[in-house]
């Protein structure tokens, strides 16, 4: 399989299955179109191990096995040798073809997929985090990596620092998930609040299995404050990491602007309507999404946030 089939595979991945990451990809210019589409399609696989129907033990090993792919493939472009990975699969399977293409091209770390598999190894064990700093660990890993490999395709001027910024994004939009499908992750045993909001707000969940995670009206106004206090926190992240906009350039920023800013809007409307998000999963229109590309392609958004204006 040649780059340009398997770079057309991910990018129809990425159109089908990406939805807010779609929006914003699509403003970048071709190179680094394909090679973030690349990044998507894998970590989407990675994504779709743990949240499949395998039992715990085989989706551990499917994670694992995708660990030393992704190292097979790290020392694959640091070498430039093909089949350092021992296997054919590195020729055979798009997503890979076009992942080492993108890697040749672009200095992105591809080891921040790592990461990556180390937070669904959490999702996996069905780990619960006791404190905030508890939360932020694994915000870095399944969304913090994320912000790291597509710095790499951006193209990084200030690697350290701007990848710490990256990472701040990354954790603004994984609270603004978690709060969105915080229904849809009870009903399927995860809880990732921190255990010290919920006893701040007085919150106890229900048994697992419960088809209502909050069965009373005392217990669903005390989730409202919680919202508010973790849409607080999301948008104090949301504030450092979208100084990332002033340090890439234009199609870079509007991409990053485009993805970041349907994910605030969705927390502001979350915050908004906290019991909404009890009967289901909330999303924001596609006019309203399409919107918000638009205003990053114009440069709003890099603007605004340059600007300091919340």
């Known amino acids: 399989m040649n780059a ?51 039992p715990a033990e085989e989706k551990t090993e499917a ?72 939360l932020l660990w694994y915000c870095r890993c399944v969304a913090g990596s994320i912000g790291r490999l597509s710095l790499g395709i951006y193209g990084p001027t200030h690697p350290e620092r701007q990848s710490k910024i990256a ?26 609040l921190p255990e010290e909001d919920l006893e701040r707000f007085g919150i106890q969940f229900e048994p697992f299995g419960s088809t209502e995670p909050f069965a009373t009206d005392a217990m669903r106004a005390r989730f409202a404050n919680l919202v508010e206090f973790e849409a607080n926190r999301a948008r104090e992240w949301y504030g450092s990491g979208l100084r990332l906009l002033a340090t890439i350039d234009r199609r870079s920023a509007a991409c990053t602007g485009a993805m970041a800013g349907i994910y605030r809007r969705l927390l502001e409307r979350i915050a908004r309507n906290p019991s909404e998000v009890l009967a289901g999963r909330m999303s924001l229109p596609g006019s309203e ?22």
């Open 167 to 192: 990472d701040d994004l990354g954790v603004a939009l994984q609270l603004t998930n978690i709060l969105r499908d915080v229904r849809e992750d009870f009903l399927n045993n995860r809880i990732y």
């Open 289 to 310: 999404k399409a919107l918000v590309a638009a205003q990053a392609l114009a440069g709003f958004d890099r603007w605004k946030y340059r600007k300091g204006a919340k």
């Open 4 to 54: 340009d089939e398997a770079y057309a595979e991910c990018e129809r991945i990425t159109w089908e299955q990406a939805r807010n990451f779609a929006y914003g990809i699509r403003l970048l210019p071709p190179a680094k179109r394909r090679a973030l589409a690349a990044v998507y399609a894998y970590a989407r696989r990675i994504d779709d191990i743990g949240d499949g129907d395998l």
């Open 63 to 134: 994670l694992e096995a995708a660990r030393e792919q992704v190292l097979g493939l790290v020392e694959k472009v640091k070498n430039s040798v093909k089949n350092t990975t021992d296997t054919a699969d590195s020729e055979t399977d798009p997503v890979l073809v076009a992942l080492a293409d993108a890697g040749a091209r672009f200095p992105i770390p591809l080891e921040a997929f790592t990461e990556l598999i180390d937070g669904c190894l959490a999702d996996v064990n069905k780990a619960t985090y006791k404190t905030f700093d508890d």
